[in-house]
């Protein structure tokens, strides 16, 4: 199914995504996505099927993403366990509850994962700069906030984390920055470190969920395509913890940007993809 310059793609995609995670916390899902989709559609696989593979192995390849800046993190003394299990519990009852009902009841579409995906994106983009409250918030230590506004966090992360294969952080940094007060680089650690809890039961239950695909595939376990999901990985490994030491050191106005820019771009590919369509 793959050539050698689709291998080539996803290191590159890969590497960026994985600088991506660990420096905006989001998991590299927003890049993973429509490179995915790309690859698939490439290969001709029916557009409604398409939806579970793409997300299955978003999710998958996340899961590398966010461990090794997950460890990056915790060697910078920038780890928030408590905050992240608080957060990352009841998304993964959610996560798993819709990842099922999405691969039986086929409800899900092609078309309408595009919309939401686009929505998330735009909505992402009016939340991040809506309103600017994390600069006056502790850089070193969370600001104390309720169990309970972690939990409803982490809740309705796990439900965008199994109908768009983002990871969560597109819903976890805006609610941690702009109602929850976090600072930007505490915010990036806590979602980091949340996505990584989320997407391994995410793994386990489309690992072992089967799929019958219309053309031959190297290397499959159910959901699961290795020979997509290692290239991303291996690109990842190089530039995750390169991502959160940028983070760190970097002005938290200019990662919103650096942030905005690129899922705008991201954004402008799904529409004109949708459009032409």
Same mark, same amino acid.
């Given at each position: 199914?793959?050539?050698?310059?689709?291998?080539?793609?996803?290191?590159?995609?890969? !590497? @960026?995504? &994985? +600088?991506?995670? *660990?420096?905006?916390?989001?998991?590299? #899902?927003?890049?993973?996505?429509? $490179?995915?989709?790309?690859?698939?559609?490439?290969?001709?696989?029916?557009?409604?099927?398409?939806?579970?593979?793409?997300?299955?192995?978003?999710?998958?390849?996340?899961?590398?993403?966010?461990?090794?800046?997950?460890?990056?993190?915790?060697?910078?003394?920038?780890?928030?366990?408590?905050?992240?299990?608080?957060?990352?519990?009841?998304?993964?009852?959610?996560?798993?509850?819709?990842?099922?009902?999405?691969?039986?009841?086929?409800?899900?579409?092609?078309?309408?994962?595009?919309?939401?995906?686009?929505?998330?994106?735009?909505?992402?983009?009016?939340?991040?700069?809506?309103?600017?409250?994390?600069?006056?918030?502790?850089?070193?230590?969370?600001?104390?906030?309720?169990?309970?506004?972690? !939990? @409803?966090? &982490? +809740?309705?992360? *796990?439900?965008?984390?199994?109908?768009? #294969?983002?990871?969560?952080?597109? $819903?976890?940094?805006?609610?941690?920055?702009?109602?929850?007060?976090?600072?930007?680089?505490?915010?990036?650690?806590?979602?980091?470190?949340?996505?990584?809890?989320?997407?391994?039961?995410?793994?386990?239950?489309?690992?072992?969920?089967?799929?019958?695909?219309?053309?031959?595939?190297?290397?499959?376990?159910?959901?699961?395509?290795?020979?997509?999901?290692?290239?991303?990985?291996?690109?990842?490994?190089?530039?995750?913890?390169?991502?959160?030491?940028?983070?760190?050191?970097?002005?938290?106005?200019?990662?919103?940007?650096?942030?905005?820019?690129?899922?705008?771009?991201?954004?402008?590919?799904?529409?004109?993809?949708?459009?032409?369509?």
């Amino acid at each position: 199914m793959l050539e050698l310059t689709d291998i080539f793609l996803l290191i590159i995609v890969g !590497a @960026l995504g &994985g +600088f991506l995670s *660990g420096m905006l916390g989001v998991g590299g #899902g927003v890049i993973f996505v429509p $490179v995915i989709d790309y690859i698939l559609s490439r290969a001709g696989i029916n557009e409604d099927l398409a939806v579970n593979i793409i997300l299955a192995n978003s999710i998958a390849t996340i899961a590398f993403t966010g461990t090794i800046s997950s460890i990056k993190q915790v060697r910078m003394g920038n780890f928030y366990p408590k905050q992240i299990l608080y957060t990352s519990l009841p998304g993964v009852v959610t996560s798993l509850g819709l990842s099922y009902a999405i691969s039986q009841i086929h409800f899900y579409s092609k078309d309408k994962f595009n919309v939401f995906f686009i929505s998330m994106l735009v909505l992402l983009l009016v939340r991040m700069f809506w309103k600017n409250t994390s600069a006056a918030a502790n850089e070193k230590e969370p600001v104390e906030v309720k169990t309970t506004a972690y !939990a @409803l966090t &982490g +809740f309705f992360t *796990g439900l965008v984390t199994a109908l768009s #294969g983002l990871g969560g952080g597109i $819903v976890m940094i805006p609610v941690f920055t702009n109602f929850l007060k976090l600072n930007i680089k505490i915010a990036t650690s806590i979602s980091t470190g949340v996505i990584t809890v989320l997407v391994f039961p995410l793994i386990i239950y489309y690992l072992f969920t089967p799929v019958v695909l219309p053309v031959a595939v190297v290397w499959k376990t159910g959901h699961l395509i290795w020979s997509i999901i290692l290239p991303l990985a291996l690109g990842s490994f190089f530039l995750a913890p390169l991502g959160v030491k940028t983070s760190q050191k970097m002005d938290p106005a200019k990662i919103k940007i650096v942030f905005a820019v690129f899922v705008m771009a991201v954004l402008a590919r799904m529409v004109v993809s949708l459009i032409s369509k």
